[in-house]
T-cell receptor, first 115, second 109 residues
């Protein structure tokens, strides 16, 4: 069964450093999402791509976060500089259909700890 | 902004007892999805409800969508230890999916 791949699975960094996370969605999935999940809370959407275009980044802290999906396949989420409050699980998800109406399939996530 | 409230935050039940979690939105939803996240895992899709008043069943799980499409519930009959985890509802507002805070279920054997 196809899965969403993410790397790394765990990342420990010091504040003010730069970190990057990678996601490879299920093959053929047009829509890709990055979520942040703080312990004890539900996933919060950071950015949504449809193919290579951003369709929603209203919750992305653009002063320090950036995301790209250059060829409309895999995607990278970057934080620079990292802050203590960025410690969380970063989840990538993908869905088959455009328009975001379909089931989202989540990857295993990257757990970030900022010291 | 759009927000989905989910209660209770936490429930600890004896194996064999029933469990219910509730979600509520102040505005009408396009649809609602339910996910389960095992401890240390990632959210896994369970079901999607689209129609007003819709009821769907998956073995011991029963999902309901309110008539006004503003609330939903998940009921588990006769819980088992394999049911432990966090259950999230996610309400769809247009193209945006907004997750509730989740209900943590613990089952005592």
């Amino acid at each position: 069964e196809a899965e969403v791949a993410q790397s790394p699975r765990y990342k420990i960094t010091e504040k003010s450093q730069a970190v990057a996370f990678w996601c490879d969605p299920i093959s053929g999935h047009a829509t890709l999402y990055w979520y942040r999940q703080i312990l004890g809370q539900g996933p919060e959407l950071l950015v949504q791509f449809q193919d290579e275009s951003v369709v929603d980044d209203s919750q992305l802290p653009k002063d320090r976060f950036s995301a790209e999906r250059l060829k409309g396949v895999d995607s990278t989420l970057k934080i620079q500089p990292a802050e203590l409050g960025d410690s969380a699980m970063y989840l990538c998800a993908s869905s088959l259909e455009r328009g975001g109406q379909e089931t989202q399939y989540f990857g295993p996530g990257t757990r970030l700890l900022v010291l | 902004g759009q927000q989905v409230m989910q209660i209770p935050q936490y429930q600890h039940v004896q194996e064999g007892e029933d469990f219910t979690t509730y979600c509520n939105s102040s505005t009408t939803l396009s649809n609602i999805q339910w996910y389960k996240q095992r401890p240390g895992g990632h959210p896994v899709f369970l079901i999607q409800l689209v129609k007003s008043g819709e009821v769907k069943k998956q073995k011991r799980l029963t999902f309901q969508f309110g008539e006004a499409k503003k609330n939903s519930s998940l009921h588990i009959t006769a819980t088992q230890t394999t049911d432990v985890g966090t259950y999230f509802c996610a309400g769809r507002y247009g193209n945006k999916l907004v997750f509730g805070a989740g209900t943590i279920l613990r089952v005592k054997s």
